[in-house]
């Protein structure tokens, strides 16, 4: 089955520095990778996703790159601030027709910024 | 505040109890999604329902979960004879599915807490 990898477990950086999160996938028939965002006993939030069809979204200071290819995905965040510390998930699915199936998560990325 | 809703929020119950949660759907939205989460952990996918229609279960579900969603809105995932393994948050999730290819974000509710002891 589908098996999704996100590295590193734990990132500290000061503010204004940028942090860089990857994920990589096992099923080639992958083709929807959302990011979320879950702050501590709140709700999974999805802050930008990407589908196979284009290589890198933008959104203000958060992009997302896909290399089909190597079956690797990344979150960055630029000029990180404090309300930047939380857990970031990448997940991966099969989206067709507009039906998105089941999305399977990495362990979580535990981001600290420092003020 | 039209988002997921998931009742109840907290739940401590005694092993070998059965516990049931609700979850309430992003209104239209006919897909549903049950995840569980635990501490350190992604959530890991349960089950999912597209308006009534139970579509594909975890093998990792136990026959000691179950899920419905009888009238392809709200649904319910009842676990008998609870273990402390079961101890957790279970998530519910939403998403439209449109009928045609424009993606489709999954919205996720607060979760319900279940602690066993």
């Known amino acids: 089955g589908e098996n999704v990898e996100q590295h590193p477990s734990t990132l500290s950086v000061q503010e204004g520095d940028s942090a860089v999160i990857k994920c990589t996938y096992s099923?080639?028939?992958?083709?929807?990778f959302p990011w979320y965002k879950q702050e501590l006993g709140k709700r999974p939030q999805l802050i930008i996703d990407i589908r196979s069809n284009v290589g890198e979204k933008k959104d203000q200071r958060i992009a997302v790159t896909l290399n089909k290819t190597a079956k690797h995905f990344s979150l960055h965040i630029t000029e990180t601030q404090p309300e930047d510390s939380a857990v970031y998930f990448c997940?991966?699915?099969?989206?067709?027709?507009?039906?998105?199936?089941?999305?399977?998560f990495g362990t979580g990325t535990l981001l600290a910024v420092q003020p | 505040d039209t988002g997921v809703s998931q009742n109840p929020r907290h739940k401590i119950t005694k092993r070998g109890q059965n516990v049931t949660f609700r979850c309430d759907p992003i209104?239209?939205?006919?897909?549903l999604y049950w995840y569980r989460q635990t501490l350190g952990q992604g959530p890991e996918f349960l089950t999912y329902?597209?308006?009534?229609?139970?579509?594909?279960k975890s093998r990792l579900l136990s026959d000691r979960f179950s899920a419905e969603r009888p009238k392809g809105s709200f649904s319910t995932l009842e676990i008998q004879r609870t273990e402390q393994g079961d101890s957790a948050m279970y998530l519910c999730a939403s998403s439209l599915v449109p009928g045609q290819f424009s993606g489709n974000t999954i919205y996720f509710g607060e979760g319900s807490w279940l602690t066993v002891v």
């Open positions: 329902f597209q308006n009534e229609a139970q579509l594909e």
């Open positions: 209104s239209e939205h006919n897909r």
């Open positions: 099923d080639s028939a992958s083709n929807y």
């Open positions: 997940a991966a699915s099969t989206n067709y027709g507009g039906a998105t199936n089941k999305l399977i």
